[in-house]
Nanobody, 121 residues
Framework: VQLQASGGGLVQAGGSLRLSCAAR????????VGWFRRAPGKEREFVAG??????EANYADSVKGRFFISRDNAKVALQMHSLKVEDTAVYFC?????????????????WGQGTQVTVSS
């Protein structure tokens, strides 16, 4: 399975962006999908995850109420609102081994190449 993340870009603080993750070669409809990010000089961190049916989502405390994850059979989207400078990072989507979300990157098998999100002040 190849995952492709898209939708990143440069946005001013307070703005919005929508990231999209698509699977190629094989569907991820039976797997949970997560979004992670890595800011310069920091460790990769969990941002949001959604279970295989799309009925349960988890968010990092830092993005709760601002980011929203959703999915259909073909794509997983991360809608980001009220962006902050500290949201600047490379964002990765990943397909989990299981149907439920997890915070640990080790629970995810396939990873996309990342898309850069830069929030300016």
């Amino acid at each position: 399975v190849q995952l492709q993340a898209s939708g990143g870009g440069l946005v001013q603080a307070g703005g919005s962006l929508r990231l999209s993750c698509a699977a190629r070669g094989r569907t991820f409809s039976n797997n949970a999908v997560g979004w992670f990010r890595r800011a310069p000089g920091k460790e990769r961190e969990f941002v949001a995850g959604i279970n295989w049916r799309g009925g349960e989502a988890n968010y990092a405390d830092s993005v709760k109420g601002r980011f929203f994850i959703s999915r259909d059979n073909a794509k997983v989207a991360l809608q980001m609102h009220s962006l902050k400078v500290e949201d600047t990072a490379v964002y990765f989507c990943a397909s989990a081994y299981s149907r439920v979300t997890a915070l640990s990157p080790n629970a995810y098998r396939y990873w996309g190449q990342g898309t850069q999100v830069t929030v300016s002040s």
